[in-house]
């Protein structure tokens, strides 16, 4: 649960900038202040945890992703155009991907899916 309180001290910290509609050179002073001395101690966290985690536990592997993922974890720290997290973009090419899937069933068979409605692409890069 420590990793998670620190993880979430990270998100409170964009919230922040965010409600005080910081722009981007705001927010990355904003995370040079705040952020970085949490990610300073979620690494540490990180360390000591790996050396009493089994590797091959729900919690090793997790953190093994961690360490793996840690340049990339960090790049927001860099740039404040840089989200935390990728979150947004994952859900918009979800929408793009459903859309597709759904417009791929046939339309002989769409009798079978009385509520099935089929997404426009059009404007998606997809048409």
């Known amino acids: ?20 509609g910081e722009t ?9 202040k705040h952020s970085a001395p949490l990610v ?8 000591l945890q790996r ?17 793996r993922q840690w340049k990339r974890l960090v790049l927001f720290l860099t740039d404040g155009q840089i989200e935390l997290t990728n979150n947004r973009v994952e859900r918009e ?3 793009l991907v459903l859309g597709r899937r759904y417009a791929e069933v046939p339309v002989m068979q769409s ?5 099935l ?3 426009s692409t059009e404007g998606s890069g997809l048409t």
Do not use: H, N
């Open 1 to 20: 649960m420590a990793g998670l309180q620190q993880i979430a001290g990270l998100f409170l910290v964009e919230r922040q900038s965010a409600v005080a």
């Open 24 to 32: 981007a050179e705001q927010r990355l002073v904003r995370r040079k």
């Open 40 to 47: 300073e101690k979620l690494r540490v966290w990180i360390d």
């Open 51 to 67: 050396a009493t985690a089994p590797p091959r536990t729900p919690l090793g592997e997790a953190l093994g992703y961690l360490d």
């Open 93 to 95: 090419l979800r929408k």
């Open 111 to 115: 009798w079978r899916y009385p509520r």
């Open 117 to 119: 409605t089929v997404p």
